[in-house]
């Protein structure tokens, strides 16, 4: 195992651009890494070692030629494969897209291959990123490197696993309820949701279009930062694209002090349901931030206890009418086509053969929702609720600066376990739903592994939306005095694969 | 295609007599705009199939729509041309259904809040009272995107049933409409149909005034649905509507509501029931026949599109477009009668003939207004009548007007020859003077050619001659007569004249 694949983005980057080693001996390092440990594993679903390769050496060449290279440039990246890659099978973990590969990249690829960023591959998720265990994904799920046996969380368990299994220093994640903040805490890695609009979301092939939101993950603060930077700004191809200055977010992640910082406790997210090795490590980071200089208040948030409800009536209602477009007429899969039948039948043999049970299942409540005498009494009642989660935010953010709580309830449970029971899974979003439903951003970092089962706890922080770069500040200072008190990162307590 | 029982008719006399009828009338209006409402491709109209495309309007996954500010902006021209409220803030909203010719299967559209809604259009229709003008209320204008084009092949009909493959074209899908909804059309009458015809006539020269789109029936870029009912009496509750669409053509407007409105009177006189359902009507056979019925039509799952933010126009916005609207109708009606000086009746037979843009057109091109009246309304709305089409649709321009009078005012063609120039631009021969040059219609210039004519006609003629020489001057429309007549036309009369008196030896008187 080489040494390389322990670094974080931040020094690959630094030894890139000041020769000590070559980008494509950094992408071939993890090329191997994905070889030796990725049958285990499963986070990809597509290696592109040839592509990998060839952008690695372009930075070389653009380092040899003198150039000045990007924060990042020349650091391996897994994509979420929600994300357009021209070329590059695409398929969001359904059979409905086995064999797609997009004709143009969505902006954030673009932005990543801009940045010189190398793209070893696609990683995998739940079907079309529903679920939280990535155990939905048609492709076979992904286990999770601290316990082979347990879920890498979901919807985006391939980004969270290789991180953890060191097959990439940074992965994209896209976050509708929780996709990159769960994963990250129950692998011992950090995710981000930005601000809604903060990162174009064009060519991300959409679940819930109000809701979606794409960002950076890594093993630490800072490289969520620095990958922050590169995939965030203004896109005209998204109406929805924040015309904001991108936040020095890479500036705010090296904060140590959190003096005159007032840090509100949400009492809805973290009593009944939550682990107590959970609520423990809670406890113990909360006191951490206090020896750091920060108030800690409680906060209430009374309309939480409403969120999960009115994002599964939102959620499914905006994705029956995202994924209509599925029908085997212009692109992937196309069943029963014999010469004889409809297009009609054509269309209902594609979708009921290329979606899975998940996928079905909220294709079904969200028309179900938005059925003509139905429509006040769910979609609208749903989206009376979210204003007023909206409200619960404001209210709080005129007391506190951020909001802290658990990350999920629980630590990674087996494969398996919430299979057949989809409410338990629905319920390890219920502390990320809030952020999601009221477009305002969401960290989640690690705060240790919970004494009962020896796994890592998550803590999120949330921030007013546009002021992602208070995350990182509190981020950044807990992890730096967390990283004292451990003496390593978290991930070298993990069994080695 | 199957035999059509064509169903029971009423005389329209007695529809009238006995029923109060009812209309609605939708209109989709394509937008001119340079590119489509959510992206950046081109909306040239008869390119090659699936050309004009890319992920977004191809609905590839993962592409989002960027709304087209050109779009907006052609909206709010048209409602406020319909003086209706334009909205503080609007959304839209996706219409959900499955069809192939969908992209997303769904229709980026607007719902309960259109960018447009409460106006209204004075509409002067031709009554056996003579011209009245009739008010039609303008329930709302709202944006949405057009479908691809679904084309069936292999089969004798060009219809689904009996193809053997469809193919669709998506190069339309994207491109900018605007539904224009009138309110319920009360208290028309007998005149119904004539009033439907006139304010989809009327609404098309807006919208050309507008510039906001090409409102080319025949090419599908104006298209009209007629909502038609009927009740006992202006007092009675609306009966049951169908709704007739595939309306291609002003003349089809108006057949087809006629006949909506005998074929309801018919059913309900028989004690039947008229079924809630979209009906097509047929341009060769003149009838309609059953579409969808009302227990079969879709639930569109409206819900506010989350891909766009919502529109919230400024007022400054709003004022500026406003400045930009071309002057009302009527006020225009009275500029120009004035201008021309004509009198009120002919004034309505140039609207009736839906001329009024083509003589402003071709006098703007230089024609003086005598002129261009006459020819637009004489020789060429007989041909288009002839023809069946309208006036605006013939293959001639303004231009070529102002070229046929300036090859008049030159001597080149008289106004006989003019109508042969004008034919042969019909024919798609040309231009006046190609048309002039290929069928050799210049009127003979050269005296000695037409010397030869004249001493062939006083050979033919002796008694005439002698009679001319003898100072009956007037005898000479004979010798004249018979030149022109050599010359088939193609001879300046009164050079002629001229040049045979001086022949003879003869002043003229
Ligand atoms: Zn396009």
Redesign the interface.
């Known amino acids: 195992m080489s040494e390389l694949i322990t670094k974080t983005a931040a020094e690959l980057a630094s030894a890139i651009a000041s020769g000590a080693v070559s980008a494509v001996e950094v992408a071939q390092a993890h090329l191997d890494r994905i070889a030796e440990v990725d049958g285990r594993v499963h986070a990809f679903l597509h290696v592109d070692t040839e592509g990998a390769l060839a952008a690695a050496k372009a930075v070389d060449s653009r380092r040899a030629a003198g150039e000045r290279l990007g924060a990042l440039a020349g650091v391996p990246l897994g994509l979420k494969d929600v ?2 890659m021209e070329g590059i099978p ?1 398929t ?1 973990g359904s059979k409905m ?1 086995e064999g ?1 590969r ?3 990249d ?1 902006t954030v690829t673009r932005r990543l291959k801009d940045a010189g960023v190398v793209i070893l591959g696609k990683t995998n998720m739940d079907e079309f990123a529903m679920g939280s265990s990535t155990e939905h994904s048609a492709y076979g799920p992904t286990r999770n490197p601290w316990d082979l046996e347990r879920i890498p969380g979901g919807s985006g368990g391939g980004s969270s696993a290789c991180l953890a299994a060191y097959e990439a220093p940074l992965a994209i994640g896209t976050d509708t309820g929780g996709s990159i903040r769960q994963p990250a805490a129950v692998t011992g890695t950090v995710g981000v949701k930005p601000t809604y609009g903060a990162v174009s ?6 679940l ?3 809701l979606d939101q794409a960002g950076p993950c890594a093993r630490n603060v800072l490289d969520t930062a620095l990958l922050h930077s590169v995939i965030a700004g203004h896109d ?5 694209s924040l015309t904001d200055a991108v936040p020095d977010v890479v500036a705010a992640a090296g904060t140590r002090d959190l003096t005159g910082m007032r840090i509100g406790v949400v009492k809805e997210l973290g009593g009944e349901g939550y682990q107590a090795g959970v609520r423990q490590r809670f406890d113990e980071a909360v006191a951490a931030l206090t020896s750091l200089g920060a108030e800690i208040v409680e906060v209430s948030c009374p309309h939480f206890d409403y969120a999960l409800a009115a994002y599964y009536l939102i959620l499914p ?2 994705c ?2 995202n994924l ?4 085997g ?3 992937g899969l196309r069943v029963g086509d014999d010469g004889e039948s409809s ?2 039948q054509v ?1 209902g043999r594609t979708r009921a053969a290329g979606f899975g049970e998940e996928v079905t299942r909220r294709i079904i409540l969200g ?1 179900y929702a ?3 005498g139905y ?1 006040d009494a769910f ?1 609208g009642s749903a989206q009376k609720i979210r204003t007023l989660i909206q409200r619960d935010f404001n209210d709080a953010f005129a007391k506190v600066d951020v909001l802290v709580s658990p990350t999920a309830p629980t630590t990674a449970f087996k494969l398996g376990e919430k299979l057949d029971d989809p409410l338990a899974m629905y319920l390890n979003d219920i502390a990320t739903i809030p952020a999601n439903l009221a477009g305002t951003p969401g960290m989640s970092i690690p705060i240790g592994l919970a004494p009962e089962d020896n796994l890592p706890v998550g803590l999120q922080i949330m921030a007013p939306a546009r002021a992602d770069e208070r995350m990182y500040a509190v981020g950044g200072a807990l992890e730096a005095a967390l990283l004292a008190q451990w003496g390593a990162p978290i991930l070298s307590k993990a069994v080695a694969l | 295609m199957t035999t059509m029982n064509s169903p029971a008719l009423m005389p329209y006399d007695d529809v009238i007599a006995q029923f109060d009828p009812v209309m609605g009338l939708e209109v989709h209006v394509e937008l001119n705009t340079k590119t489509k409402m959510f992206c950046g491709c081109a909306t040239e109209f008869g390119a090659a199939p699936n050309t004009q495309v890319c ?1 977004v309007c ?10 087209n500010r050109k779009g907006v902006e052609g909206a709010i021209r048209i409602g406020l041309a319909l003086n209706c409220e334009i909205a503080q803030w609007c959304r839209f909203a ?1 219409k ?1 259904y ?1 069809y ?1 010719d969908m ?4 229709q980026t559209s607007q719902y309960d809040e259109p960018i447009a809604f409460n106006g209204w259009l004075d509409v002067p229709v031709e009554t056996d009272e003579g011209v009245q003008v009739f008010r039609v209320e303008i329930e709302r204008a709202h944006m949405e995107e057009d479908t691809g084009k679904t084309s069936h092949l292999g089969g004798a009909t060009g219809r689904i049933q009996g193809a053997d493959y ?1 193919v ?1 074209d998506y190069n339309r899908a994207g491109i900018p409409l605007i539904e224009i909804v009138t309110k319920p059309i009360v208290g028309a009458g007998k005149n119904a149909p004539a009033v439907a015809r006139a304010y989809v006539s009327m609404l098309r020269d807006l919208l050309r005034a507008l510039d906001v789109s090409d409102v080319r029936m025949d090419q599908g870029s104006l298209r009209c649905d007629a909502n038609v009912s009927l009740r006992a009496s202006a007092d009675s509750p609306f009966g049951t509507r169908t709704e007739t669409k595939n309306v291609n053509s002003l003349r089809s407007i108006e057949k087809a509501i006629r006949y909506e409105m005998q074929r309801q009177a018919a059913v309900l006189a028989g004690g039947g029931q008229v079924t809630q359902e979209t009906r097509h009507w047929h341009e060769d056979t003149n009838l309609t026949t059953s579409g969808r019925s009302k227990e079969e039509a879709e ?1 569109y ?3 506010p599109e ?4 919502p529109i919230a126009p400024s007022r400054e916005w709003v004022e500026q477009l406003r400045a930009t609207l071309p002057e009302p109708p009527a006020a225009r009606r009275a500029r120009l009668q004035e201008q021309w000086g004509v009198n009120d009746t002919e004034m309505d037979s140039i609207i009736n003939a839906g001329a009024v843009d083509l003589v402003v057109a071709t006098i703007a091109a230089g024609a003086d207004h005598t002129a261009a009246r006459k020819w637009w309304l004489g020789e060429l709305a007989r041909t288009a009548n002839d023809q069946g089409v309208d006036l605006a649709d013939l293959a001639i321009t303004p231009a070529d007007i102002v070229d046929v009078e300036r090859l008049i005012a030159a001597g080149t063609i008289n106004d006989k020859l003019a109508r042969e120039v004008i034919a042969g631009i019909l024919a798609g021969e040309g231009t006046a003077e190609q048309v002039v040059a290929r069928r050799g219609l210049q009127i003979v210039g050269d005296d000695s050619a037409l010397l030869a004519a004249i001493e062939q006609a006083i050979a033919e003629q002796p008694d005439v001659a002698e009679k001319i020489r003898g100072g009956k001057v007037a005898a000479a429309g004979a010798v004249v007569g018979a030149v022109m007549k050599a010359t088939r036309g193609q001879a300046d009369a009164a050079k002629v004249r001229a040049l045979l008196l001086a022949h003879l030896g003869v002043e003229d008187a």
């Open positions: 994300m357009c695409t969001c897209l797609w997009p004709p143009y969505a979301r064009y060519g991300l092939i959409a819930a279009s109000s005209p191809h998204d109406s929805t209602s905006e029956s009418s209509a477009k599925f029908d007429m212009r692109y297009v009609e269309m028309t938005l059925s003509a429509y979609y | 992920p191809l609905g590839l996954p993962g592409a989002l729509p960027a709304l996706r959900n499955f192939p992209p997303k299967n769904f469809s669709v639930d799952r409206y819900f989350p891909d766009l933010v």
